[in-house]
């Protein structure tokens, strides 16, 4: 399967590229689509998978609390229209950053430090992971379907290259000698094409799954209890401004 088919929730780190000083952060964005694989920097959905969904330049430190660093690179994200929609404008104070509380960021964190799969669902590793769960709803709906998508797309492939590796293992030489050189050149065949196959699995699941990402409609109690935590977290800080001041 090709690597652009399926993200993976478990990549290194994203290594940023030396880019020219000086320019506004939207002329940043190729280079951001490059330096983040073409992902969103939160919920890991790449373009392809995405489909109507649009991607974005995010400001890991909003501009209305640091607009000093609106046209920094090392503070540019690429991220989905819904990870920065819930993002927003949000300020995370410096009293909770000393406290592990803060936005995952994939230049500096590992995925695997932070998160791991229970299902389709993720789970939290640590505080950060805790915070962007339930400020970036890293478990919404569409994400959830994804992951089950991925999931699937994963286990078409291991049911091909098994049938491909059990092929290969047989004993042509006991078959019969008239059909003895047509199973060869099938057996060959089929290896040529197993990533033909793999793709064109890959097309029709996604095809079939690529409605059902726009949908965000989720459980309202699952949203409220989320909306709970993510409030319970700010008033640990109450002298804490957790939205810039607007000017």
Known sequence: MTESAI????SDLVVRSDVAPGLRYGEYKNTLRRDFFYSCAYCTMSEAEASAIRFTIDHYEPRSARPDLE???TNLMYACDACNTFKGPRVVPDEAKVDGIRFFRPDMDRYVDHFRRSGIRITALSKLADFSIDALE?????LRRLRDLRQRLVNCEEMVL????ALSRFRVDQLPPEIRKSAINAIKQLDLTQEA????????????ARSQLLDTEDDPVERKARLNRLKGTEALYPDALWRAAKK
């Open 197 to 208: 196959i793999a793709t064109a699995l890959n097309e029709v699941l996604r095809e079939h």
């Open 7 to 10: 993200v993976s929730d478990e």
């Open 162 to 165: 098994a049938g491909i590796r």
């Open 138 to 142: 890293l478990n919404r709906l569409g």
């Open 71 to 73: 046209h920094e690179y």
